[in-house]
Each structure stands twice: as structure tokens, then as C-alpha cells.
């Protein structure tokens, strides 16, 4: 059974940090493509950053330089670094897994962390 689960989000100040963990297991996870999108209320949901297998990054433009994304293949865990959160950030952050080859074609998501950025 695949489970992705998220954990860290919370209430933050603006300006202040929170990281994201998302743990897989069920899924050879060195082999998977990992991502972070977001949903805000009354919006659609978004990609926010993506690493792939080998450990390209990409970034949705609104978190360059604030948002990093990192995995441990060892702890079949990605990360999601935040920094200088903005209210506009607020969101429910969910985990993506995505694997696509000639022979399996694998799409899994977690539940979802609520992230709050409020004074």
C-alpha cells in the first residue's frame, strides 16, 4: 500500500520559516519524480516546486529564493524549505509522487498540511 504523508505545516507569522516533510512508503522512492503543490481556498491547485530522480529542482515563480525543495532517498522523505512566508502562501500543501516510464505509469498524493501565514 503507497502512503504519502505530510507533516510541518502550522500557523506562521509573516516572514517567518516552516519546513515540510513528506514520507513515502509503499513506493521504490529513489525512482519517483516528488512535488509540492498547494491549494488555496477558492483557487486552483498549483504547482509550487518538483524534484525529480537524479535531483533537478524547479520552482513555481511566486517561491524562487524563498522555497527549497531537497529529498532523502536513505529516509524516503522530501522536503519542502520555507522561508519568508507571506499571507499569500497560505494554502493546503499536499506531496505528489510521479513515476512514467514505457512500463508503469504511478501517480500517488498525499493527504495535505494546512499552512497558515497570519499576524
Known amino acids: 500500500q503507497v502512503r504519502l504523508v505530510e507533516s510541518g505545516g502550522g500557523l506562521v507569522q509573516p516572514g517567518g520559516s516552516l519546513r515540510l516533510s513528506c514520507a513515502a512508503s509503499?513506493?521504490?522512492?529513489?525512482?519517483?519524480?516528488m512535488g509540492w503543490y498547494r491549494q488555496a481556498p477558492g483557487k486552483q491547485r498549483e504547482l509550487v516546486a518538483r524534484i525529480t530522480s537524479p535531483g533537478s529542482t524547479n520552482y513555481a515563480d511566486s517561491v524562487k529564493g524563498r522555497f527549497t525543495i531537497s529529498r532523502d532517498n536513505a529516509k524516503n522523505t522530501v522536503y519542502l524549505q520555507m522561508n519568508s512566508l507571506k499571507p499569500e502562501d497560505t494554502a493546503v500543501y499536499s506531496c505528489n509522487a510521479v513515476l512514467k516510464t514505457m512500463f508503469q505509469d504511478s501517480d500517488y498524493w498525499g493527504q495535505g498540511t494546512q499552512v497558515t501565514v497570519s499576524p
Open positions: 509503499g513506493i521504490f522512492f529513489s525512482n519517483y519524480a
